[in-house]
C-alpha cells in the first residue's frame, strides 16, 4: 500500500494521502548536538523542509529556532507520525525526539 506525503501551502503543513496532519508553529524538543549546543533543543517550528519515510517512520527536516539560545537552522531528520496497516498516527511531539538517520555530508549542504 502506498502513502502520499508532501508539504502544502509553502512549508506550513505535512500532508498524509491529502490530509493535512503536521502543522508548523508548534514547540518541539529533540536530543541533536548538531543542531545547537543546548542538551535539550527547545525549536519552534517555522517550516517544512523536507518529509520522507524511513520504514514505518514518517520524518521530517523542518527549520526552526531554538528558545533558549536563538540558534536558527535546519534539523535533521526527525520523526513526526507512523504509518500502522495503511494508516498514520501521529508521534507526541511534546516528548523528546531522536532523529531517524544520521546525518551524511550531503544533508549539512
Known amino acids: 500500500m502506498s502513502v502520499a506525503l508532501r508539504i502544502l501551502d509553502d512549508g506550513a503543513w505535512v500532508s498524509v494521502n491529502d490530509d493535512r496532519r503536521v502543522s508548523?508553529?508548534?514547540?518541539?524538543?529533540?536530543?541533536?548536538?548538531?543542531?545547537?549546543?543546548?542538551?535539550?533543543?527547545?525549536?519552534?517550528?517555522?517550516?517544512?523542509?523536507?518529509v520522507g519515510v524511513d520504514g514505518r517512520t514518517v520524518e521530517a527536516r523542518v527549520y526552526g529556532q531554538c528558545i533558549e539560545c536563538g540558534t536558527?537552522?535546519?534539523?535533521?531528520?526527525?520523526?513526526?507520525?507512523?504509518?500502522?496497516?495503511?494508516?498514520?498516527?501521529?508521534?507526541?511531539?511534546?516528548?523528546?525526539?531522536?532523529?531517524?538517520?544520521?546525518?551524511?555530508?550531503s544533508d549539512r549542504i
Open 24 to 50: 508548523v508553529s508548534e514547540l518541539w524538543r529533540f536530543d541533536d548536538l548538531d543542531f545547537c549546543g543546548c542538551a535539550l533543543p527547545d525549536l519552534v517550528v517555522e517550516n517544512f523542509q523536507q
Open 72 to 105: 536558527k537552522g535546519e534539523t535533521s531528520w526527525l520523526p513526526v507520525g507512523r504509518i500502522v496497516d495503511g494508516a498514520y498516527h501521529d508521534l507526541d511531539r511534546e516528548s523528546v525526539l531522536r532523529r531517524t538517520r544520521v546525518p551524511c555530508v
